[in-house]
């Protein structure tokens, strides 16, 4: 084992045998984030928890006794942060999951295996929601194509769609976070959530890998909209 530039052991997997080069780069790229390490010391599903620890932490979106929907939850570190931070492990708040992967059971999580794409997943939402939502979080990414122009209109799409869902289903005051890519959220979203909500930043958390595009729309203060239209019912 080598050592990195910081110092600590790093982990080389051998190839041979089946293992693709992606793989084999994937594996190693596990074996050697911190936060991959930390989040199994933790007790977290993932090293995404601490992406939102570290937005929460700073921006204060998840307080006990709200509800919050978490839109691609699988394997569930978002819906632990979240079950944690609201309360409803005790009760005291809501936090409805899905995702298109099972998910084993999270305590203080309601979850559902759904595609958030398919037509009548928002309103077997809503009735699992059974009310308006404070929060509502998106870490879901598209299917990659490798077709850069398709990728992002893709991820675009995703985000599009989830923006729609929060404004149809958020009380007054309440924050939208998603996750977006490269330059971040487009000028035709980024208006629209202008629209909506009276701050919206562009965050890159710690724990998002500095070789990744990855970056997060915080979207605070939902000026209500539709929002003032009755929740629709399953």
Same mark, same amino acid.
């Given at each position: 084992m080598a050592k990195d530039t910081t110092g600590r052991l790093r982990v080389t997997v051998k190839t041979g045998g089946k293992r693709k080069l992606s793989s084999k780069l994937w594996l190693e790229r596990q074996l050697n984030d911190p936060y991959v390490a930390q989040a199994k010391r933790d007790g977290w599903r993932s090293r995404a928890a601490y992406k939102l620890i570290e937005m929460d932490d700073k921006y204060r979106f998840l307080k006990p006794g709200l509800t919050v929907v978490d839109l691609g939850a699988a394997p569930g570190?978002?819906?632990?942060?979240?079950?944690?931070? %609201? &309360?409803? /492990? +005790?009760?005291?708040?809501?936090?409805? $999951?899905?995702? #298109?992967?099972?998910?084993?059971?999270? !305590?203080?999580?309601?979850?559902?295996?759904?595609?958030?794409?398919?037509?009548?997943?928002?309103?077997?939402?809503?009735?699992?929601?059974?009310?308006?939502?404070?929060?509502?979080?998106?870490?879901?990414?598209?299917?990659?194509?490798?077709?850069?122009?398709?990728?992002?209109?893709?991820? %675009? &799409?995703? /985000? +599009?769609?989830?923006?729609?869902?929060? $404004?149809?289903? #958020?009380?007054?005051?309440?924050?939208? !976070?998603?996750?977006?890519?490269?330059?971040?959220?487009?000028?035709?979203?980024?208006?629209q959530l202008k629209r909506d909500f009276q701050t919206v930043r562009h965050v890159k958390p710690a724990a998002s890998r500095q070789d990744s595009s990855e970056r997060y729309v915080l979207a605070t203060g939902f000026r209500g909209g539709s929002a003032g239209k009755p929740a629709h019912s399953a």
């Open positions: 570190g978002w819906s632990q942060v979240a079950a944690k931070r %609201v &309360g409803s /492990v +005790e009760g005291k708040g809501r936090v409805i $999951a899905i995702d #298109l992967l099972e998910m084993p059971e999270i !305590v203080g999580v309601t979850f559902a295996q759904l595609d958030f794409l398919d037509a009548d997943a928002p309103e077997k939402l809503i009735a699992m929601m059974e009310g308006r939502a404070d929060v509502v979080l998106s870490d879901m990414a598209a299917n990659t194509t490798g077709h850069r122009k398709t990728d992002q209109l893709r991820i %675009v &799409g995703l /985000v +599009e769609t989830a923006a729609a869902f929060a $404004a149809d289903v #958020l009380r007054p005051g309440g924050t939208f !976070v998603a996750k977006v890519f490269q330059s971040g959220a487009d000028a035709d979203l980024l208006a």
